[in-house]
């Protein structure tokens, strides 16, 4: 099979596909635009193709944010 060197690939260019909040998102599979949002990711409600969240939560220790309080917590008793 022939592959064209010259087809438009956005994985080469750098493009990443995202879903934006507040903006009007049409899937790349199917051109719709009814989505089902969940935390990380979004997913097009009538070909399933998923999407991750342009400000989606971080993964791992980033995932719970303290807002500027150092004593959030009282110290446990073991």
């Known amino acids: 099979m022939y592959h064209d060197q010259n087809a ?3 994985a080469r260019l750098g493009i990443r596909i995202v879903y ?16 089902l949002i969940g935390r990380m990711s979004a997913e097009c409600a009538f070909c399933g193709t998923a999407l ?4 989606g939560p971080t ?9 500027g309080k150092t004593d959030a ?3 446990l008793a073991a």
């Not at 009007?24 to 199917?30: A, E, R």
């Not at 991750?52 to 400000?55: K, T, V």
């Open 8 to 10: 438009f690939t956005p």
């Open 20 to 35: 934006r909040a507040n903006e009007t998102n049409h899937c790349p599979g199917c051109g719709r635009s009814h989505w």
């Open 52 to 55: 991750p969240l342009e400000r």
């Open 59 to 67: 993964i791992g220790t980033g995932l719970f944010r303290n807002r």
């Open 73 to 75: 917590f009282a110290p």
